[in-house]
């Protein structure tokens, strides 16, 4: 059974940082996709970014390009996303993702084919 777990979350200053992880099991993701979606209260799920495999290809949603920075550890089954520069805005729940499929196609939530629970960032101002 595929389980993927996200962990850094928390609260943070407004111009701060933090860094997620999530850890993939029950299967090895080395040719899928992998990424961060958000979900901000009484709002829609929302693409933060993707990479694939290889680490050679990336695709970011346009409120978090240039602050927000996503890296693989592969053979680790793992996925970080880098977030500075935070803002109150970027107060949400953050999703780790996985799919078949390009990180830009990836940006279409239709397209995840497995989900985190999710882990709670919270920017204060």
């Known amino acids: 059974q595929v389980h993927l777990g996200e962990t850094g979350g928390g609260l943070v200053q407004a111009g701060g940082s933090l860094r997620l992880s999530c850890v993939a099991s029950?299967?090895?993701?080395?040719?899928?996709?992998m990424g961060w979606f958000r979900q901000a209260p009484g709002k829609e799920r929302e693409f933060v970014g993707a990479m694939t495999a290889s680490g050679t290809s990336a695709f970011y949603g346009h409120s978090v390009k240039g602050r927000f920075a996503i890296s693989r550890d592969t053979p680790k089954n793992t996925v970080y996303l880098q977030m500075n520069s935070l803002t109150p805005e970027d107060t949400a729940t953050y999703y780790c993702?996985?799919?078949?499929?390009?990180?830009?196609?990836?940006?279409?939530?239709?397209?995840?084919?497995?989900w985190g629970q999710g882990t709670r960032v919270t920017v204060s101002s």
């Open positions: 029950g299967r090895t993701f080395e040719s899928w996709t």
């Open positions: 993702a996985v799919a078949w499929s390009t990180p830009q196609r990836m940006s279409d939530p239709n397209q995840v084919n497995y």
